[in-house]
């Protein structure tokens, strides 16, 4: 409920799903549970997409009442991405778990990197209009949604980014928007890791394909309603230093899913 907690507060502040934050505290904890690495790194992927979910819509419902959202792009690349979560979910269920798990962790030491050397786009608060490309949009669309799908995030730490960098959005318009696109992202990815964990033995108890009621219920207790108070302050306060703290549990993270903290001991 905790991870559910800072995932909701970081997704709704940061514009990204909070994915980061639950796939290796779940994973850690299903595999104590017993449960070989495959499946539980794929219960983790396909549970953080459930509460990624709601999650969005609840950060999207926020932000939108700041009209902060371009609904245009989101219409378009959202449904992009959800075909590509779609198709990554559907290639992570037959990949060996030691691959997904070290490009995982591979995935967040390169976007803690990323935001720890300062490279994100700085917070823009003044009135201007977002480029509009959407043939650019659909492109991207596609493969960050197989990333989403692959790795079991909501995608919105390449779609903010993509969405400033590319196409002059105002940071807090590409949180938004980005809050309103994971929502196709994750429901894409969802459906691909439970159609593919259908008939698989060795899954935890009140698990539909790979992904476990139980544990998403805990998640998404806290995630939902933080995810309110993250977009909230979003708009009211510089997110910088917050952010540092999610580097530093990212960094954390990243080392120990590529096996440089190994369970037991003790890291």
């Not at 990624?52 to 819509?57: E, G, N, Q, Y």
């Not at 390169?110 to 994100?120: H, I």
């Not at 219920?217 to 993250?230: D, E, F, M, V």
């Amino acid at each position: 409920m905790a991870v559910g907690a800072g995932a909701g507060f970081a997704s709704g502040l940061l514009g990204i799903g909070g994915g980061f934050i639950m796939v290796p505290v779940s994973y850690w904890v299903i595999l104590a549970m017993g449960v070989s690495r495959d499946i539980a790194l794929m219960i983790a992927f396909g549970t953080s997409l459930l509460v990624i979910l709601p999650t969005a819509i609840s950060g999207t419902w926020r932000h939108n009442k700041k009209k902060a959202i371009h609904w245009k792009t989101a219409l378009i690349l959202g449904p992009c991405a959800l075909v590509g979560a779609l198709v990554g979910a559907t290639l992570a269920a037959n990949l060996p778990g030691e691959i997904l798990e070290a490009g995982f962790g591979g995935l967040v030491l390169a976007v803690a990197l990323w935001m720890g050397l300062g490279l994100t786009p700085k917070l823009r608060r003044e009135a201007e209009e977002p480029r509009e490309n959407f043939w650019l949009v659909a492109a991207c669309g596609f493969p960050i949604g197989m990333v989403s799908g692959l790795t079991g995030l909501g995608g919105g730490a390449l779609i903010v980014p993509m969405l400033v960098l590319a196409l002059n959005f105002p940071m807090h318009i590409a949180i938004g928007t980005s809050v309103a696109s994971i929502i196709f992202a994750s429901l894409g990815g969802i459906v691909g890791y439970i159609v593919n964990g259908l008939g698989v033995s060795g899954l935890l108890p009140h698990s539909i394909g790979y992904v476990n009621l139980p544990i998403w219920l805990c998640l998404a207790a806290t995630s939902i309603p933080l995810a309110q108070l993250g977009a909230r302050a979003a708009h009211a306060l510089p997110a910088k230093q917050l952010r540092y703290i999610f580097i530093a549990f990212m960094v954390y993270a990243g080392l120990r899913m590529i096996g440089v903290f190994q369970p037991g001991t003790g890291l």
